[in-house]
């Protein structure tokens, strides 16, 4: 990922690089890491339902305007709906490297890579209840087997922001590097390259395929409890009071 922030438009370009990898037997291994502070920000969805609840604020009295609101936001959601199913489907090993902090999606996201390598100054931040939100990345199902359910409520109820090695001893990272040692990663990534690749696929179905039904169907509840929740008076307060907050600083 080249920037911190994930629009529309990297989301289809990452499923489609992942639909290129899948089909091309010379990607054995895909991984992916951020560009420059951040794994994933998540500034740019909260902007867009940031917009949402303007158009909806500005459009609430209008059936009219409300139906595009709707589609506007339930356009959104199912790209992301398509994206977290296209990682669950993704056949091949999925190696995430966490240069530096996480939100929102680019934390619940993680349990549907194969491996999670971070760096110690990565932080994991899922604050969906704070603005009004649901979790999402099959997150309501995951971290509860992942974490336990206590430790997953903090994470996803009250929005306990995790440092790198409480996301490892919750399951979420499987090691810690020192920031400056990230890089030490990519040779022993390239090693895992080197295997062959139809072992590979086959051990990675086993381990998944009894889960993948289930997932797919997660996903899609979460994502219909998002678009409600998007356009819930909740969302709109909590997104539109945190960027107040921001253009204060």
């Not at 920000?41 to 409300?66: I, K």
């Not at 589609?71 to 999925?94: M, W």
């Not at 109820?157 to 979420?172: N, V």
């Not at 895992?192 to 996903?219: F, G, H, S």
Request: aromatic share 8%; with cysteine.
């Amino acid at each position: 990922m080249n920037k911190p922030t994930m629009e529309s438009k990297e989301y289809r370009a990452l499923m489609a690089t992942l639909d290129r990898a899948a089909g091309n037997p010379d990607v054995t291994v895909v991984a992916v890491t951020g560009e420059g502070d951040y794994f994933t920000s998540g500034n740019d969805f909260m902007e867009n339902l940031q917009n949402m609840g303007v158009f909806f604020r500005n459009h609430q009295s209008s059936a009219e305007g409300t139906e595009v609101g709707e589609k506007k936001s339930s356009s959104s959601v199912n790209l992301f709906r398509d994206f977290i199913s296209a990682l669950i489907n993704f056949p091949k090993p999925l190696v995430a490297v966490l240069n530096g902090p996480a939100v929102g999606m680019g934390v619940t996201m993680l349990p549907l890579f194969d491996v999670v390598y971070a760096s110690d100054k990565a932080t994991f931040h899922t604050p969906f209840v704070q603005l009004g939100l649901v979790a999402e990345g099959c997150s309501s199902y995951i971290f509860p087997r992942l974490m336990g359910m206590g430790k997953a409520a903090e994470v996803l109820l009250f929005g306990k922001k995790l440092t790198a090695e409480e996301a490892s001893d919750r399951g979420l990272v499987t090691e810690v590097l020192p920031h400056s040692n990230l890089h030490q990663i990519w040779p022993r990534i390239r090693e895992y390259a080197k295997l062959p690749l139809k072992t590979l696929l086959t051990v990675k179905e086993m381990m998944r395929a009894k889960d993948r039904e289930t997932l797919i169907k997660v996903n899609k509840m979460e994502m219909e409890y998002l678009k409600k929740a998007a356009r819930s008076e909740e969302a709109l307060t909590g997104i539109m009071n945190m960027f107040a907050k921001k253009s204060k600083l």
